[in-house]
């Protein structure tokens, strides 16, 4: 791809490069998110290359992103979905009105990790519109990012610039917003329902067990990677959810077909929903075919090199690394259809035998980067997935969508995340006499 870098495909290689022992550690790539706040550059976890940083500001955070830990949120998840289905109703449901719903599932994405982390959406649903510039400014940061991860050492002289930081736009906006409720959560901690903790609360919570890791400034960089990370992943998740089975009818009216029959609870409850066999195929098909990320994830080969499967030698201190894109079209593990949106890949075909089937969902299970992989993959993967299945349960079992021009292909623009626009649709009622 450029010196001392190479770009890998071979999905034999993700446990190797992306391992569980961190020996391939993240490359001056992620450099570039850092900050540089008083003179000093300062890493997260996601930014930093260092195993040893990782592990020690992972460790309080860790379990509040497992299944159970997402689980005892989903009541919050509940209310923003609540306040998504009113807000389009009110705007488009059996309305003459075209709905951006590219727009829209970005407002959810952000209000519901507001929801989780504050008790608070951000405001987005309601507003209908950007808030204090905070979507437009993580827009701008990711293409900023998009292309200084390339040349990180330009970041030295734009944004880590000690003298002038010329640019990016900073998160400001978004670091101040999350100051501001921590404080409030502090000074009127009276006032909080904490019958039902958020993550602020847990946060909190762990500068007391953790006083020598968490202080003030450490529960705003936790909070700040809640809504850097979760809202943009999401939105873009959704966006390919929903447009990919607008483009294919058939794969639609099975969705419906399995929803209507589930005859869920609605918003639906992730309990109802996370074992319905082709709402998980439709979803992990839409993220095969659209994965968030859509840029190298680099890692450096470490002492002793790397084998390829054909015999050739890769020297440390190489960069290496695999898109999600590309491995996710190879046509080996997934077959030649491998560029079609097909969500019944993922189950058991007629003819074939249970065994056969369970070794091939293996292997594009294996294969499947969408969260990244190994010690450094996605920390937030549970609370996508929750809020994911939630919310199109829910939408497909309340309204029918239809794209506003079915020949139209929505833009897309890979700036690390590869986010959509231009995904217009119509909506009418699902069912209107349960409705
Ligand atoms: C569908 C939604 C999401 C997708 C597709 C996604 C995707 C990814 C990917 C591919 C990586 C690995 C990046 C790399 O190795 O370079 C990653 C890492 C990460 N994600 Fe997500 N993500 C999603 C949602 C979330 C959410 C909701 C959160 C937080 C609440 C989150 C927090 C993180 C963090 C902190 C890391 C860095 C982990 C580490 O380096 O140890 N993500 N994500």
Known sequence: MGPNFISLTDPRLIKTIYSTRGNYAKSDFYSVNDVLQDGHIIQNVFSTRSNAFHAKYMRPIQKLY????????????????????????????????????????LYYAWDVVGEVTFSQPIGFLEEGTDINDMLVTAEKALDYFAVITQMPKLDHLLDKNPLYRLGPPSFGA???????????????????????????????????????????????????????????????TLRA????????????????????????PLPASYDSVRNLPYLSAVLREAMRMHPAVGMIMERIVPSGGLALPDGRFVAPGTIVGMNPWVVHRNQEIFGADADRF?????????????????????????????????????????????????????????????????????????????????????????NKATA
């Not at 009113?86 to 059996?94: A, G, H, I, N």
């Not at 249970?354 to 993967?381: I, P, S």
């Not at 497909?396 to 959509?420: A, C, H, M, T």
Request: one cysteine or more.
């Open 174 to 236: 978004a670091a101040g917003y999350c100051a501001q409720r921590m404080m409030e959560r502090i000074q009127h901690a009276d006032t909080h329902n904490h019958s039902q903790p958020d993550f602020l609360d847990h946060f909190l919570e762990m500068k007391k067990t953790y006083p020598d890791v968490v202080d003030n400034k450490q529960v705003i960089g936790y909070l700040l990677i809640n809504i850097l990370a979760g809202a943009d992943t999401t939105a873009i």
């Open 342 to 430: 097909n969500p019944d890949r993922w189950l058991k075909g007629e003819d074939e035998d249970e065994e056969t089937y369970r070794e091939r969902l293996k292997r594009m299970k294996d294969a499947d980067l969408t969260f990244g992989a190994g010690n450094r993959v996605c920390l937030g993967q549970n609370l996508a997935l929750m809020e994911c299945n939630k919310v199109v349960a829910t939408l497909f079992s309340r309204y029918n969508f239809g794209l506003e021009d079915p020949k139209r292909e929505w833009n897309i623009q890979n700036s690390w995340f590869v986010r959509q626009t231009d995904i217009r649709i119509r909506i009418t009622r699902h």
């Open 241 to 264: 959810i929903i447009y990919y089975l607008l483009k294919n009818p058939s794969a639609m009216a099975k969705l419906y077909a399995e929803l209507d029959a589930a005859n869920l």
């Open 66 to 105: 497992s299944m159970s830990g997402i689980l005892s949120l989903e009541p919050l998840a509940d209310t923003t979905i609540s306040i998504f289905c009113r807000r389009l109703e009110e705007l488009f449901v059996d309305r003459p009105n075209t709905c951006d719903i590219g727009d829209w599932l």
